[in-house]
Every structure is written in C-alpha cells, then in structure tokens.
C-alpha cells in the first residue's frame, strides 16, 4: 500500500530539490520537469505547491536567505534581484567572498 505524504512534507521536497538543483546549474535555471523529476514528483505538484516556477524560484532565493546558502545568495546579487538587495551588507559580503574564493 502507498503511503500519501503530507502536503507540506511534499512541498519541502521540492524546495529542497530545488535548492539542490540551483546549486548546480542555477535558480534562474530551474525548470518545472527537472525540479519534478529530481523531487520524483509530477510536474502538475510544481503548480499546486508553488504556482509557477517563478515563484518557486523567488522561494529558493527567499529560503537561501533565511538559510545563508551563499551560493543561490550570490546568484541573486549576481541577477541584482530586489529579495537580495534587501538583505544585510554582511550577508552580502559573505556571499561575494564565496564567489571570489
């Protein structure tokens, strides 16, 4: 017997696979299949969890910040994205330095 998994035990998995995708190819490049296929989930969950891949781009960038994943936070300084300008010059120079190093 299959065993549903809650919505929001669903909804991480995504955003964790997401996250985990932008790491390797970029937020900017997420795509609705592959972020699907890597959270082994249908396309059409992308849409009822987040509503449009850009939005669950905005969420990786949002959740990056929360959790100083320097990686995506350089990657939305990088695209002057308006959540990562708002952040604190701290944060901001940590990810610059990522870069650099």
């Known amino acids: 017997m299959r065993v549903r998994k809650h919505r929001k035990v669903r909804r991480e998995m995504v955003l964790t696979a997401a996250i985990e995708m932008s790491l390797r190819v970029g937020y900017r490049h997420l795509i609705r299949d592959d972020v699907?296929?890597?959270?082994?989930i249908s396309g059409g969950l992308i849409n009822k969890y987040f509503g449009t891949i850009e939005n669950l781009r905005k969420e990786v960038l949002r959740t990056a910040i929360q959790r100083e994943i320097l990686e995506i936070i350089a990657q939305g300084l990088g695209m002057r994205d308006p959540d990562v300008m708002r952040i604190s010059d701290d944060i901001k120079q940590k990810a610059f330095h990522f870069l650099i190093n």
């Open 36 to 40: 699907a296929k890597e959270a082994g």
